[in-house]
Each structure stands twice: as structure tokens, then as C-alpha cells.
């Protein structure tokens, strides 16, 4: 059972993670800052939590942007033009333009040969593990060295 109260040496232990890597991703806005101050800063479990969370979002090929996006809700920010409008004329101008959220994506990354990979967002399509192994031949087989051409006649 782990304590309630975590230092940075149980939580970079329990996460499988070094001392480093738990700073980097504070400062990098990945993972809350600890709470309490001075030599009282600990960890929680939520920290636990967000740092096993960001282990299965790297395992899964995000890169450390997207895993920010995702893990901060990554909401599109379309706003409608009929809200647009009626916010504009609601609210006071604002002295910045305000900036337009991202949009998470899950893309997948699928080895289909040697220096041969094929990228999909994996939320728009869904193939079969059968469809996926018949594509990646009929790849292979577009790919495959031509051997009944002679190799003197390149042109």
C-alpha cells in the first residue's frame, strides 16, 4: 500500500520513472506541481495517477505535445458562428485575439516493412486485424523487387 503522501523519490519509484523525468514533466505542465512548500512538497495519488497515464499515452506513440493536448481535455475550439456572433456582441473587446484550442487525435502507427510504415487516425477508422494483414502484403507485394526484369536494362 502506498501512503497517501508521495516524495518525489516513492512517486518517480512507483511510476517506474527517474527523480529527472518527474521534474521535466512538472515543468513541462504534463504533472501538477507537488503540493505543500519547501521541504513539505509531496506527491498524491492523482499524480501517481497522471504519471501511469502518460507511461500508456507514450507507449502508444504520442508524442509529449499530444499527450498535453489529450490530457488537457484537447477540445476542438470551433465555436458555432451563430455563438460567435452573439458572444462579440455580449461580451467587450478583447485586447488579444484569444487562441484556438487543439484537437487531440489518436493516430496509430503500423510497421508495414522494412522503412515502409502507415499512419491512421485510429478514431475515424477502425480496421480488422484481417484487413490490416492484407493490406500490409498487398504493400509488401507493390514493393517487392521486380525479379523478372533484367538488372542491365535500368532505365
Do not use: K
Not at 511510476?15 to 498524491?44: C, I, M, N
Not at 488537457?72 to 485586447?95: K, L, Q
Request: proline content about 6%; hydrophobic content about 40%; cysteine-free.
Amino acid at each position: 500500500m502506498i501512503s497517501s503522501e508521495l516524495s518525489i523519490g516513492d512517486l518517480a519509484d512507483a511510476a517506474g520513472v527517474s527523480r529527472r523525468t518527474v521534474r521535466f514533466y512538472v515543468q513541462q505542465r504534463l504533472l501538477p506541481v507537488p503540493l505543500g512548500r519547501g521541504r513539505g512538497r509531496h506527491y498524491d495519488q492523482s499524480h501517481l495517477l497522471r504519471m501511469r497515464r502518460i507511461s500508456e499515452l507514450q507507449s502508444a506513440g504520442h508524442s509529449l505535445d499530444a499527450i498535453r493536448r489529450i490530457l488537457n481535455g484537447g477540445e476542438s475550439g470551433v465555436v458555432p458562428a451563430t455563438t460567435a456572433a452573439a458572444t462579440s456582441a455580449a461580451a467587450p473587446p478583447s485586447r488579444r485575439a484569444p487562441r484556438a484550442a487543439l484537437s487531440a487525435e489518436l493516430w496509430t502507427r503500423l510497421r508495414l516493412g522494412e522503412g515502409v510504415e502507415l499512419h491512421y487516425d485510429a478514431a475515424r477508422y477502425r480496421p480488422t486485424v484481417e484487413q490490416l494483414m492484407q493490406l500490409r502484403e498487398a504493400v509488401r507485394a507493390a514493393l517487392a523487387p521486380n525479379t523478372d526484369s533484367d538488372p542491365d536494362d535500368a532505365t
